[in-house]
């Protein structure tokens, strides 16, 4: 991901505010989201952003439309994951934004949407991924009443068949028998 998907000139941006449109593409997805369990399907996704200029600050709200996959937590078939979310955020220069002295950091509320520009030009991939990764469930299930991956089905000869283990052999007093 060297090349930027989703940059804007600051030179274009005024206190007036500009509208964007944006391609989001599975390939793009497919890079960013490449250390993630998810990935995109083979649909276009779109984001569309107001930007203005605030001072040196650029504020960006707008919404993100994608659609992912990931494997059912389940039984491991593909889930679709449509993402229809509302984006804001709060861009400062790199050099006006506080580092962390200390190792353990504990970020305030009104820096959790915030990031860093260069000064020159704005790019949103980071806030992108950042929203796709949200919009991600923690365990993606294709339906509530999923039952999950079952073995084969056995015939009951070949059960009858199957030797004990040895090591297991003494359990076989506890069951019941018929």
């Not at 779109?46 to 993100?64: A, E, M, N, Q, T």
């Not at 009443?145 to 506890?174: H, I, K, N, T, W």
Request: charged share 30%.
């Amino acid at each position: 991901m060297s090349s930027h998907e989703f940059a804007i000139p600051v030179a274009d941006l005024d206190a007036s505010g500009r509208s964007y449109e944006f391609s989001v593409r599975p390939t793009w997805v497919r890079g960013a989201l490449e250390s993630h369990e998810a990935t995109a399907t083979d649909r276009e996704g779109k984001l569309v952003v107001r930007i203005s200029k605030s001072g040196s600050d650029v504020v960006v709200h707008g919404r993100l439309q994608a659609e992912l996959t990931a494997p059912c937590a389940r039984c491991l078939k593909p889930v679709v994951i449509p993402v229809d979310q509302e984006v804001s955020a709060l861009l400062v220069p790199r050099n006006k934004l506080q580092t962390p002295k200390e190792l353990e950091y504990e970020f305030a509320s009104d820096e959790a949407d915030t990031f860093a520009y260069d000064g020159e030009t704005v790019v949103l991939d980071e806030l992108v991924r950042d929203e796709l990764v949200l919009e991600t469930p923690m365990i993606p299930l294709c339906s509530e009443d999923c039952p999950g991956m079952s073995p084969p089905p056995r015939a009951e000869s070949e059960a009858a068949e199957r030797p004990v283990d040895p090591r297991l052999a003494p359990l076989l007093a506890f069951k019941p028998k018929n």
